[in-house]
C-alpha cells in the first residue's frame, strides 16, 4: 500500500468513497437525546401516536433552560433505556452517515450547527421524528472536519487495514493465547 498509493492514488481513493470515508472521519458532533415512543397508529394501545408525543415534547422544550433541566427531564422522561443510563447520551454523529435511522436527527444536528458552528454546544432543539419515536436532542461537542492532510492518513491508514485484512484472514493467525 505504501509503495503503490501515492498523493493522487489516495485522492482518487478519497473521492471515489468520499461518503465512507466522510461517515467515519468526518465533521462530527455529539449528541444527547431525551427519547419518547411513539406509533403511526392513533390505536396503538401499546404506544401514544406521533402527534400526541412530539406535542409533548414540545411543551418540555418550552419549559427547559438549558443543559440541566435538559439532563434532569432526560432523567425522569426518556423511554430509552440505554441512552437515559448514559444521561442522554447517543454518541457521535457525523455530517455524512451510514444510518437511515438516524437521518432526520442528523439533518436537524447538522442544521442547527451550521446555525453557528462556534457556538452549537448546549444547544437543544427538537422534537425530530425517528423511526419509532420522537426526541429532543442537545448537542455536545464538536469536532471539525479533518483538513486533507489529516484525512488522506486516515485514508491510507484504512488502506493499510484493508489490505492487512484480506492477506491474512483471522483464522490464519495464531497467537500464545490459543489453545493448541
Known sequence: VDRTHDAEAIRG??????????????????????YKNASKRTD???????SKVEKGLASMLEAMEGPDDFLGAVEIHSE??????RKGLLGTLTRHGNSDD????????????DEDPDKCKGKIFGPVRLT????????????????????????HQDQRRQF?????????VATYLDAK
Open 13 to 34: 481513493l478519497y473521492e471515489k468513497e468520499r461518503a465512507r470515508f466522510d461517515s467515519r472521519f468526518g465533521e462530527a458532533v455529539e449528541v444527547r437525546i431525551l
Open 44 to 50: 396503538d394501545p401499546l404506544r401514544p401516536p406521533f
Open 80 to 85: 430509552d433505556r440505554g441512552t437515559r443510563e
Open 102 to 113: 438516524l437521518a432526520s436527527l442528523r439533518e436537524a444536528a447538522f442544521k442547527v450547527v
Open 132 to 155: 419509532n419515536g420522537a426526541a429532543l436532542a442537545m448537542l455536545g461537542d464538536r469536532t471539525p472536519a479533518p483538513t486533507w492532510a489529516e484525512m488522506a492518513k486516515r485514508v
Open 164 to 172: 492487512m485484512e484480506r492477506a491474512l484472514t483471522r483464522d490464519q
